[in-house]
């Protein structure tokens, strides 16, 4: 039935000199998730409405959950383009769509006619009167209600005139690619591939480092991860995801430094780490997935001690949220169920019984201190010896 998708954007439309930027970036994301949906598109843009058409056959259902997949989208129309031969054939066609779109006609309706083409003869206000009468005589079963109606029938008279019904929710945010390059740091748990999707929904391309510990973690805890960035990956497009064997490292700090100091120790390390990739990637901020309060390393204090280590911007997209928010995007970008999967990653294994929630900068650096004789070396070694795959969905 449908040839046709009305995009509809909110943010971009503010952009000013700057909007045909953030349009076209939006054209190649839709192309980019559509190349894997069965049929043909052509995705164009025309006066702030950008259209995606289809030839031929194609899936209807998989075409909707892409375009649902990519960014800046606000609103999906299944639309009926034709073209202005006058007010009667017009009414036609909207009768023609109510037809079809709705088999049972017991229901409230409202149209909402709008002329971004104002030389067309008739006032917005005159066609709504007119094709109601339309709707009303082709359906005797339907009644208006201008206040709270069933159905929505929108006219945009344009160069083609639009006609639909239906506006299928899209995931909302800034296109992919208009707002530069982050580090994530990528862990199997619940927070951090949400942290990764957030931040890509506002327009930021990702890449992400993985710290594994063989044999304290084993391959199928480090193909999680790998699962969970090609499911991120489906929303943020490819994620270069380098893998830095940090074991020789903690079993150093686990050796050298108070117990109770670990996670932080460790934690400074992995930025540090993590930032040299996120250096040589041009990255312009490092992501991760920490909430204030919700572990012993997530307190202000400890973020404060973590982020002392970092010379680019930490940005944490959860740092507000409630564990049960969290979850509940996790489940619904298909994460929750992988992260929850029993493969430990390196930053369960090596938790302190006691760890300090309230550590002091002073303290930390005196502490690692006693790593100075032998730390960079073993950096080293772990950038050296890094893995970097690129993954895909």
Same mark, same amino acid.
């Given at each position: ?17 700057? !909007?045909?930027?953030? %349009? ?29 058409? *289809? %030839? ?15 960014? $800046? ?11 202005? %031969? $006058?007010? @009667? ?14 088999? @049972? ?11 971004? !083409? ?15 009468? +339309? ?20 006219? /945009?008279? !344009? ?5 639909? =019904? ?20 990528? =862990? ?31 391959? !199928? ?53 993590? #930032? &040299? ?24 204090? =400890? ?12 940005? +944490? ?7 049960? @928010?969290?979850? +509940?995007?996790? /489940? +619904? ?20 019984? &006691? ?12 502490? #690692?201190?006693?790593? %100075?004789?032998?730390?960079? #070396? ?7 010896? *890094? ?7």
């Amino acid at each position: 039935m449908y040839k046709a998708f009305l995009i509809k954007y909110a943010e971009i439309a503010i952009k000013g000199k700057n !909007r045909y930027l953030f %349009e076209d970036a939006l054209v190649r994301n839709i192309e980019y998730q559509l190349k894997n949906v069965d049929g043909n598109f052509t995705v164009r843009k025309e006066n702030g409405r950008i259209y995606v058409e *289809t %030839e031929g056959d194609y899936d209807y259902d998989e075409t909707v959950e892409a375009l649902q997949r990519v960014f $800046g989208i606000v609103g999906i129309c299944p639309v009926i383009l034709v073209e202005d %031969e $006058g007010f @009667d054939r017009l009414a036609e066609a909207v009768v023609a769509h109510v037809d079809e779109a709705y088999p @049972d006609k017991h229901f409230t309706f409202k149209v909402d006619a709008r002329r971004a !083409r104002k030389n067309y003869p008739m006032t917005s206000m005159e066609l709504n009167a007119a094709l109601g009468e +339309r709707i009303l005589e082709a359906f005797p079963e339907t009644k208006v209600d201008v206040h709270h109606p069933q159905v929505m029938v929108y006219v /945009e008279i !344009r160069p083609m005139i639009n006609i639909y =019904s239906t506006e299928i929710p899209g995931p909302g945010g800034m296109p992919l690619g208009t707002a530069g390059r982050a580090m994530l740091l990528l =862990s199997g748990g619940i927070d951090s591939p949400v942290a990764g999707y957030m931040i890509s929904k506002r327009g930021v391309t990702l890449e992400a480092t993985y710290f594994h510990a063989p044999p304290y973690t084993s391959e !199928r805890a480090k193909q999680k991860v790998i699962d969970l960035a090609q499911k991120v990956a489906k929303f943020s497009g490819p994620i270069k995801l380098h893998i830095v064997n940090f074991t020789d490292i903690q079993l150093y700090i686990y050796e050298k430094c108070p117990h109770e100091e670990l996670t932080i120790i460790m934690r400074r390390y992995m930025m540090k780490i993590a #930032e &040299h990739f996120a250096n040589e990637g041009k990255c312009l901020g490092m992501i991760t997935g920490e909430s204030i309060g919700q572990v012993a390393s997530q307190t202000m204090q =400890s973020l404060a001690v973590t982020n002392e280590v970092c010379t680019m911007p930490v940005y +944490r997209p959860l740092i507000a949220m409630d564990k049960q @928010d969290i979850v +509940r995007i996790a /489940e +619904r970008i298909d994460t929750y169920e992988t992260s929850i999967l029993p493969y430990e990653d390196c930053c369960t294994i090596f938790v302190a019984k &006691h760890p300090v929630t309230k550590p002091s900068l002073k303290s930390i650096k005196r502490s #690692e201190q006693k790593l %100075e004789e032998k730390i960079d #070396e073993l950096m080293q070694t772990a950038i050296d010896t *890094t893995e970097t795959i690129v993954v895909e969905a």
